[in-house]
Nanobody, 115 residues
Framework: QVQLAESGGGLVQAGGSLRLSCTAS????????MAWYRQSPGKQRELVAS???????NYADSAKGRFTISRDNAKNTVYLQMDTLKPEDTAVYYC?????????WGQGTQVTVSS
């Protein structure tokens, strides 16, 4: 069974940092494209960052220079380090794994940035 378990969300002041974690089932982690998406009220879900099994990364323009995605293969875990957070980063953040034309989602974790 495919499982993605997220943690690390919370409330932080503008300018602060948070680190999100997503632990995936071994069966998908080793070859899946892992990513973080976010969704704010009234907006579509959007890609924040992704990391391939090769380690190649991709970032949304809004995340470049502030967020860092990484994966720890020994722990089957992908991280999103978020620095210099802004109120507009407030959203539910979702972990995603894409493998063999299938997309798997975590339950989401709330990130709230106060001004």
């Amino acid at each position: 069974q495919v499982q993605l378990a997220e943690s690390g969300g919370g409330l932080v002041q503008a300018g602060g940092s948070l680190r999100l974690s997503c632990t995936a089932s071994v069966i998908i982690y080793t070859t899946a494209l892992m990513a973080w998406y976010r969704q704010s009220p009234g907006k579509q879900r959007e890609l924040v960052a992704s990391v391939a099994s090769t380690g190649s990364t991709n970032y949304a323009d809004s995340a470049k220079g502030r967020f860092t995605i990484s994966r720890d293969n020994a722990k089957n875990t992908v991280y999103l380090q978020m620095d210099t957070l802004k109120p507009e980063d407030t959203a539910v953040y979702y972990c995603n794994a894409y493998l063999n034309f299938n997309s798997y989602w975590g339950q989401g974790t709330q990130v709230t940035v106060s001004s």
